[in-house]
């Protein structure tokens, strides 16, 4: 596989006349193998723009560029005889991009054949770099480290590491500046980068005041400030060296080398220059969505093109992007830069690769708006002229296919595994039959044989309660074999779905009648009875009803109160001014303040049998029979003839009875009948007013001055 290395020249001493050059990078692979030890060099370089071989309005990119930029030689430096040495003329290089009034870029391509597997040294030297601000002065010096011994895990040859980069940043002023510099070794070897040191810098040694490399990244981060001794504009040399290492111990020829052992260097060279900021540090172009990600790898196959658009943006809207900076592969074209919407710009990158050019390739870009401030680097690695190894699908049984150097990798489904995912995973390896399942291999799967309570892929657990069984809210819990529904009050049975009769255990006592309620019941107690059960007896006489002061007794099913003296009524609520009488309608005649009232006479609560009512009547019965037949001989022997003339036998006069306190008792008596109270009465009373009520009668009494006799 042939690959594509950038910028730097292998093996060359080159002397520039003019102090223009801009650094530059070289990369090498090996051509078939032993007894073959050709290797194809691969450089890319920079120069001060119209001071290299030529690139820009008169040689157009992609073109041959042959102007002479003054002697040189390329040499290899190390393992090699004077006849055996790198001949090659004055320093020719295809254009591939440039930068108008600021730097020109090109690709060189050599094919050399060493005497043995090696090992070398090729380098190229020349006249002084481009004027910088910082560090010593000194000739151009790049040099690359070439090992043709047969790896013990490849098969072939080593190829060296690809980098590749612009010849010139630009970075702005007291602000935070990332380089993630692109790196791609063919052999998938682990890769670093470190500051070139002695000759392998020439005259770029500590060419930055101040700055910070991460080695295993390889992102370089510089901050310019006066403190640190930038100036404004000023122009600094970065040299660095590329290294690879392979991830295990292995053997390279006849030499052990282990992951701390380099197996080749490459050289990565270039300048940055300071500009201000107008603005702030944030504010800068944009490499946006959706163009692929930095360090993305593309598959170029022979006779195909590379065709890939790219999006910037610039945050601030009375600036636009005004160019595409790039460094990539001689012959790459883009279209002109177009506005996408508001604030995104677009190009697309186009490029069909020569059979010079198969091998890897970097493309590297940035955005440029019209202050002159740059985005990050954003980079691709082009991996060109070689056979698509996924275009004849090797990836079985539904395997994905990668693209990996210049080779494949499947990613399998989880059923299969191998290199092209053929061989059938044994599914029963990782136990996946619990709770004591028997695991049966199949083909890309598995069954399990479960035992008695336990189903399913993974012989889980059987959830019983998943149908909801248990009905009228009731809790269910699965068991072994089956589940157990708690029930919710109300409710009983397997599933919870048989009402509970809750009057089934004649919960209402005292002749309470139940009625059946969901979970619950309802007693309607007997008038004597209260409470859930009906257990409670009713006591009528809290709160006492009997008034002003009366005593309240309790009875079957009601009460009866005993008032004071001066006080009538079921409740004692009459007071009584005056002796009172009865007539004939049932109404009590009142004497009160001189004035006679009617009041309808309350009738006796219904109340039931008492004993003193019995005993009343048993001891009463024979003295009122004796009382009758005494009263009854009197008025025949007595009282009849007094009464009545002898002559005429007309009745004599009677004298009228006053009414004694006896009347007034009697109607106190709230179990007195009305012919009793009649019967205590012994002159009517012709013309009365209207009765007024027990209330406006209690009033008319407190607001009065009278007061019983």
């Not at 194809?40 to 309005?57: A, E």
């Not at 001949?87 to 060493?114: M, R, V």
């Not at 470190?194 to 981060?221: F, H, M, Y």
């Not at 029930?487 to 255990?505: I, K, M, Q, V």
């Amino acid at each position: 596989m042939n690959l594509t290395a950038f910028l730097v020249f292998v093996g060359v001493n080159f002397r520039v006349i003019f102090a223009n050059f801009l650094g530059g990078t070289v990369s090498w692979e090996p051509i078939g193998l032993q007894p073959n030890t050709q290797v194809n060099l691969h450089g890319r370089y920079g120069f001060q723009y119209g001071k290299g071989p030529g690139c820009g309005d008169t040689v157009l990119v992609g073109s041959f560029a042959s102007g002479l930029v003054g002697g040189n030689s390329l040499a290899c430096t190390h393992g090699c005889t004077p006849s055996q040495n790198i001949t090659y003329g004055d320093l020719n290089y295809y254009c591939a991009s440039y930068s108008k009034y600021d730097w020109e870029q090109g690709d060189e391509f050599i094919s050399h054949t060493f005497p043995s597997s090696g090992k070398f040294i090729v380098s190229y030297t020349g006249n002084p770099w481009i004027h910088h601000d910082y560090g010593t002065t000194g000739n151009v010096y790049i040099q690359t480290t070439i090992d043709l011994g047969i790896r013990s895990d490849t098969k072939r040859p080593n190829s060296s590491p690809v980098t590749s980069s612009l010849p010139k940043y630009q970075i702005p002023f007291d602000c935070i500046t990332s380089i993630q510099l692109p790196v791609y070794d063919p052999d998938g070897d682990v890769t670093s980068c470190r500051w070139s040191a002695g000759v392998e810098c020439g005259g770029g040694c500590n060419g930055l005041p101040e700055s910070k490399l991460d080695s295993q990244r390889c992102i370089l981060t510089i901050q310019p400030k006066t403190v640190t001794g930038f100036i404004h504009n000023g122009t600094y040399i970065i040299t660095l060296t590329v290294e690879d290492s392979p991830h295990t111990t292995i053997t390279v020829g006849y030499s052990t080398v282990n992951p701390n052992t380099t197996l080749s260097q490459v050289p990565l060279q270039f300048v940055v220059k300071t500009v201000k900021v107008p603005t702030t540090c944030s504010d800068v172009p944009q490499i946006t969505n959706p163009t692929p990600t930095n360090g993305q790898v593309f598959i170029v196959p022979k006779g195909d093109t590379f065709k890939q658009k790219i999006y910037a943006k610039i945050n601030s809207p009375a600036v636009r992007i005004q160019t595409i900076v790039t460094s990539v592969p001689y012959d790459t074209a883009n279209t002109p830069l177009q506005n996408e919407s508001g604030q995104i710009y677009s190009t697309e990158f186009s490029w069909t690769p020569k059979p010079i050019q198969y091998s890897t390739n970097i493309l590297c870009f940035q955005a440029v708006d019209d202050r002159g401030l740059y985005s990050e680097q954003h980079c691709f690695t082009l991996l060109a002229g070689v056979e698509d190894p996924c275009a004849a699908n090797p990836c079985e049984h539904g395997g994905s296919c990668q693209v990996q150097l210049d080779s494949f990798v499947c990613t399998c489904t989880p059923e299969y595994e191998g290199r092209n995912c053929s061989i059938d995973v044994n599914d029963c390896l990782s136990s996946p039959c619990k709770n004591g399942g028997t695991c049966w291999d199949q083909v890309g799967d598995y069954k399990c044989f479960c035992p008695i309570g336990f189903m399913g892929n993974e012989c889980q657990a059987i959830d019983y309660c998943a149908s909801s069984p248990c009905q009228n809210f009731g809790t269910c819990t699965t068991t072994n074999t089956g589940y157990t529904c708690t029930c919710g009050p109300g409710y009983t049975g397997y599933n919870c779905n048989t009402d509970l009769d809750e009057c089934a255990s004649s919960p209402c006592e005292n002749g309470g009648t139940c009625t059946d309620m969901v979970g619950d019941f309802f007693c309607e107690c007997p008038i004597e009875y209260k409470g859930k059960n009906c257990s409670t007896p009713h006591d009528f006489c809290k709160p006492n009803p009997c008034a002003n002061n009366g005593v309240c007794k309790n009875y079957k099913d009601s009460y009866r109160c005993s008032c004071p003296s001066g006080y009538i009524g079921l409740d004692c609520e009459i007071y009584q001014p005056e002796s009172c009488g009865v007539d004939d309608d049932n109404h009590c005649m009142c004497l009160l303040n001189g004035r006679r009232v009617k009041l309808p006479f309350p009738q006796p609560k219904a109340e039931g049998f008492s004993t003193d009512d019995l005993i009343a009547g048993v001891v009463g019965l024979p003295i009122g029979i004796a009382t009758g037949l005494l009263l009854c001989v009197l008025w025949h022997k007595l009282i009849r003839p007094r009464c009545f003339n002898k002559n005429d036998g007309v009745r004599g006069p009677r004298s009228r009875p006053s009414s004694t306190s006896s009347d007034r008792s009697l109607l106190s008596r709230s179990t007195a009948s009305p012919s009793d109270i009649r019967a205590s009465v012994h002159s009517p009373i012709s013309t009365i007013s209207d009765p007024p009520s027990y209330t406006n009668l209690y009033r008319q009494n407190r607001s009065s001055d009278w007061s019983p006799r």
